[in-house]
Each structure stands twice: as C-alpha cells, then as structure tokens.
C-alpha cells in the first residue's frame, strides 16, 4: 500500500523528473535545509 | 544652448537617471521572509559531528541575507537568536536546532530586520509531535560519481500528515548542501520494503568527500514540514573516477604526449 499521493497520480516509480516536480507543486511543499 | 549649459544638464539628467536607479535597487531589495519552518527533527548518527537525537528546527529563509540582516524566532516569551548558515540550495537560511522542547510546539514569530527595515511572517505549530524512524540500512552501491543509495523503510504507519522524502548530499568537509532530490513513492505500511535512487552525473566531483542523508517528511495541509527524521549513510564517501572515465583521461594524456613527440623534431631543427 502506497500513500494516497501516488495513489492519487497513479505513480510506481520515483525516478520521473516531471513526477517529482508535479508532486511538489501539488503540495507546495516548502524545502527545509 | 551654450556647452557649460548642456554640461549641467546632461550632469543633473545623469544624477536624476542615478537616484532613480538608487530608489528602484533600494525597492528590489525588500526584506523578504519566505518558508518559515518549525518542525520536530530525529536526526541520526553520522560521520561529519552534526547534532543528533530528538531536535527541532525553527527557522526561515530571509533575503537579502548577510550582514547587516538579523532574525529572532519568537515565541511566547523565549525569543532565539536565528543564525544564517548559508547552503549552496538554500542560500537564505537563517535556523536555529536544538533539542526538542514540547513546550515550544506553538507558532513562532520570525522578525527580520535590516537597516532599520523590519519584516515578519509565522511558522506552523508542531500540532502533532511525533519522532519519525530513521530508514533501515541506508548504503551506496557503487563506488564512481553517480551511486546508488538504497535502503528499506520503517514501519510508517499512524503518523499526521502527508509523507514524502528526500535525499540530500553535504559537502564533508564544509557542511555545505549541495544537492537535493525527492522521491514520490513512500510506503506506508510496507516496512521492509526497499527504496533506492541514483545520484544523476554532474553533481559529485572525484576526490571530494561527502556525506549522504535520506529525509523522510511528514508536511501540513500549507506543505511545511511537521515532523521529520534523517538518516545518514554511516561513512564518508569519496568518489573514484570510473573506468570510462579514465579512460578518457589516458587518451587526453595520451594525445597530449603525442603532440609534444611530433614537435620535438620541429625543435631541434
């Protein structure tokens, strides 16, 4: 069982640049150092 | 128009043209406070001395940074001095880590000041505090400038908050982050399961050293981070060129041989 993120998008693999990116944008995830 | 009169003018034109540029850079330079944080942080046991154990981060990046800039997280009565540690991906930062205190899980307060100009903005509350796991057996597979790191997940079931995960190279020697990466796929209720990624070319060079961490995320609804853990690969890693790299340098030292024996003759003659 995946999280409902990939589940959402359908996703199996991580390794896709545009995925990744999408995932982000999605979430507005805010980078921490 | 006489020449001492044009001079005069073209010299206010020019001051005009230069107040200008002064007030347009004074307003590009705005102070800014983006992504405030304030996240609950298990870090685990690496090879290059940073902090470990059940620590909290507060923080944000605020620009323009450097002297004279300085920033305090607020919160309540306890007020933090904020210190800039500049990083090659997050060159604004200003952060403060230290052992998780669960009396200061509310939303802090970050006030920038520069030149007399102030700016504030406010951090997520730790709503929910958890100590998220540190991934299983984090490696490298490979020894050249583009290694595989692999690892198996922990149990992630029962945490707040949507997971995702990173993984992030430090310089060794100068602690500097030079590269961040994100995964999309984080199991949840796979324990055991193994993830890996791969460096892509470009980012490591050979000779330099450097250390490996994965991040596992746990962020609110607005994408800021509530709880966190990162896991260190246990050793320093330092890259050997791979074969077909030097390859290619045996063949340049060998056509720069080649040149300097084909005009050694035109010299002697």
Known sequence: MYAAIDNELGWSDGIITGARNIMLERHAVKRVP | ?269
């Open chain 2, 1 to 269: 128009m006489r020449s001492s009169e044009f001079s005069r003018s073209a010299q206010k034109a020019v001051l005009t043209v230069a107040l200008g540029l002064a007030t347009f850079s004074s307003a590009q330079a705005a102070l800014v406070i983006t992504n405030p944080f304030n996240f609950r942080d298990n870090t685990g046991p690496n090879p290059i001395g940073l902090p470990t154990g059940d620590l909290q981060q507060v923080g944000a990046f605020v620009s323009p940074s450097g002297s004279p800039t300085s920033v305090t997280a607020t919160q309540g009565s306890k007020v933090i001095n904020l210190i800039f540690t500049p990083k090659t991906i997050f060159p604004d930062d200003y952060e403060a880590v230290f052992s998780f205190d669960p009396s200061l899980t509310g939303a802090w307060m970050i006030s920038a000041t520069r030149n007399g100009e102030t700016a504030t903005a406010f951090t997520a509350p730790i709503t929910t505090p958890q100590i998220v796991p540190l991934v299983n057996n984090l490696r490298i597979v490979g020894t050249g400038l583009t290694p595989t790191l692999e690892w198996e997940w922990p149990d992630l079931a029962g945490f707040s908050g949507t997971p995702l995960n990173g993984i992030r190279i430090i310089d060794a020697v100068t602690h500097d982050q030079i590269f961040t990466d994100w995964l999309s796929s984080v199991p949840v209720g796979n324990a055991g399961e193994t993830a890996s990624i791969t460096v892509p070319s470009g980012v490591l060079l050979p000779g330099h050293a450097y250390a490996f961490r994965e991040g596992l995320y746990f962020v609110n609804p607005d994408g800021s981070t509530m709880n966190r853990s990162v896991t260190f690969v246990p050793e320093i890693f330092r890259p050997v060129p791979e074969p077909a790299t030097w390859s290619l340098m045996l063949l340049g030292i060998l056509c720069v041989g080649a040149v300097a024996w084909r005009s050694e003759p035109q010299k002697l003659r």
